[in-house]
RNA sequence: GCCCCCAUCGUCUAGAGGACUAGGACUCAGGCCUUUCAAGCCUGCAACAGGGGUUCGAAUCCCCUUGGGGGUACCA
């Protein structure tokens, strides 16, 4: 118990297969591997598929998929095999069987015959009389001849525990201390079900026994049922693995256990997946960074720092046991943090396939004339997400007359007037044709003559070329912009939009 | 309804009886810088849910209230 990160440990992240990997799983697999790393034990990947209902064959590859991402690698599991194989529950269905009757045999457990119809009426009188509900316990006192009497008959049954009547469980979880719970509050829970599957208090314990699992990590969620899971491993005769209940993790508004439902707060759409995030251009690092300092503090004074370093400091015990939101507005700042801190290279290598995709170009395509290498560099300290790139860089990789420049005050500078600015634009045009060498630095500074040479302002003069080069108010570092997309695409971009201009406002006067 | 858990700025958090005029971060506001937008730097707004105790002393311990969350399935 008092294990401060040097005795090896073995936890498990156990999802079950039904459905994709959302951030709360996320972050519990985080927490645990994190554990593990710190003490040199092991983390442990298992699948708990006992639920044949809600198995989606697809959700195995978003789990895996999704701790990858992240970079939680696993020491044993299904993909990998290890000494406590298979790590998938509904391969091991005989473990839990041959246990649920040993648990009979040893009077901790009995078979029950109520039909779900049964106990869904039982349920309904319950809540009519205004009392709690829960089985009534109707199969408990069966006489050796009435169940004989019932399996001759071939009647489907399930098996339940069967908690004590009187009394309190008192169990322990690391971050609350000791919690006592009256056993008139417990219910006989169903073990095994008539399928032949059991249950998760069942199926847990056990491999949580038998893979030698020494801290269950796991969602808030479990906390009311520790208690059966405290009385079914005391009835097996094993020791309890030490428990952490993780606090959920909460909707944006703060109300209700976030869930992989979508869902509208304050008008906006907010991520929960995990494979959302990764395709909204968040980096690996700097959801790990995020994650690690929800329900943990790397440092009162750092916000950022590596995984070697959260390895290093992280202590299980230090996580705060309240329900937190996340801070997504946290997350974008601390994603761009990570996005500046990329080499370009690197960072053109994450940015290709989203330029790909939304930009529909091949990287070919995107690589063509070195206009990325030029202008990936300028938008970094622009982007939060990956995913905002494209439209800082499309007017890059469009014909020139591809160029909206329906909307006037793109192509009027501050405080000049319609004219002034098609007379700047094709001065401007002139300059770029014949500037020497073509690069961003000598064009700024003849660009930056000339406008003290018309007696404007810097920024009144770049402002219509920046929209005759980009069709945008706000764009990329104008003379990059220019540089990269060359001398000849340049000029034809602004002389057309000086045409334009300067057709407009003959329309005006005239 | 019943059971369990939780409670510091809007949000994520620091704080384990005196070092608290309650610290940091994000957001927001203002300023500087500036070719747009950013980035960066500086400044500012902003919290111990309420009430009782315990103590010389409480954000920190106890109780109650309130609020929030979780559970109440042949789901996990």
Redesign the pocket.
């Known amino acids: 118990m008092t294990n401060n990160g040097d005795t090896p440990v073995r936890v498990r992240f156990?999802?079950?297969p039904?459905g994709q990997l959302h951030l709360g799983g996320l972050r519990t697999a985080l927490f645990d591997w994190l554990w593990a790393r710190r003490t040199n034990g092991q983390f442990i990947l298992r699948i708990?598929d006992?639920?044949r209902?809600?198995f989606d064959p697809e959700s195995l590859e978003s789990l895996t998929r999704g701790l990858k991402w992240l970079g939680l690698d696993w020491d044993e599991g299904p993909d990998i095999g290890g000494p406590f194989a298979p790590y998938v529950q509904s391969e091991r269905q005989e473990i839990y069987r041959e246990k649920a009757l040993e648990l009979i045999e040893l009077g901790h457990a009995y078979r029950c015959f109520?039909?779900?119809e049964q106990?869904e009426s039982m349920?309904n009188e319950q809540r009519r009389a205004?009392k709690?509900?829960?089985?009534d316990r109707r199969c408990r006192n069966l006489t050796d001849d009435e169940i004989k009497e019932r399996l001759d008959k071939g009647l489907?049954?399930?098996i339940r525990f069967a908690v004590p009547l009187e009394g309190v469980t008192v169990f322990d979880d690391l971050?609350?201390?000791e919690?006592a719970?009256?056993n008139r509050?417990l219910?006989d829970e169903?073990i095994l079900?008539?399928?032949g599957?059991?249950?998760?208090h069942l199926a847990?314990m056990v491999d949580d026994h038998l893979m030698q699992i020494t801290h269950v990590l796991r969602g808030?969620?479990?906390?009311?049922?520790a208690p059966i899971h405290k009385r079914i491993v005391d009835a097996c005769g094993w020791d309890m693995p030490v428990l952490v209940h993780l606090?959920?993790i909460?909707d944006p508004s703060?109300?209700?256990?976030m869930s992989k439902r979508k869902k509208q707060v304050a008008g906006k759409e907010f991520l929960a997946l995990v494979h959302e995030f990764e395709s909204a251009g968040y980096l690996p690092d700097a959801m790990f960074n995020f994650l690690t300092?929800?329900?943990?503090?790397y440092d009162?004074?750092q916000?950022v720092f590596s995984r070697e370093e959260a390895i290093d400091k992280f202590q299980l015990n230090?996580i705060?046991?309240?329900?937190?939101?996340?801070?997504y507005?946290?997350l974008?700042?601390l994603n761009?943090?990570y996005i500046?801190s990329l080499t370009p290279a690197a960072l053109k290598a994450a940015l290709l396939p989203f330029l790909s995709r939304q930009l529909g170009l091949s990287f070919a395509e995107l690589n063509a004339g070195g206009k990325l290498d030029i202008l990936i560099p300028v938008i970094q300290?622009?982007i939060k997400r990956l995913d905002e790139a494209a439209s800082w860089l499309d007017w890059a990789f469009l014909d020139s007359n591809q160029i909206c420049y329906d909307n006037p005050k793109l192509l009027i500078g501050r405080k000049l007037d319609a004219a002034k600015s098609a007379e700047l634009l094709r001065e401007g045009a002139l300059l770029l044709g014949r500037v020497q060498p073509f690069s961003g630095d000598t064009i700024?500074e003849e660009f930056r003559a000339k406008a003290e040479e018309f007696g404007v302002k810097?920024?009144s003069f770049?402002?219509p070329i920046?929209g005759a080069i980009s069709g945008k108010?706000?764009?990329?570092?104008?003379?990059e912009s220019i540089e990269a997309l060359g001398r000849e695409e340049a000029v034809q971009r602004i002389e057309r939009a000086a045409s334009i201009l300067e057709e407009q406002f003959a329309e005006v006067e005239t």
């Open positions: 156990a999802p079950s039904t708990e006992t639920d209902r809600r109520c039909t779900p106990l349920r205004g709690p509900t829960g089985y489907p049954y399930v971050l609350r201390g919690i719970v009256d509050d219910r169903i079900k008539a399928d599957m059991p249950t998760y847990a808030e969620e479990w906390l009311s049922t606090p959920v909460l703060g109300k209700g256990k300092n929800v329900g943990w503090n009162p004074d916000e230090e705060n046991p309240s329900a937190a939101a996340l801070p507005e946290k974008d700042w761009g943090l500046r300290e622009r700024q810097a920024g770049f402002g920046r108010k706000v764009s990329p570092p104008l003379f």
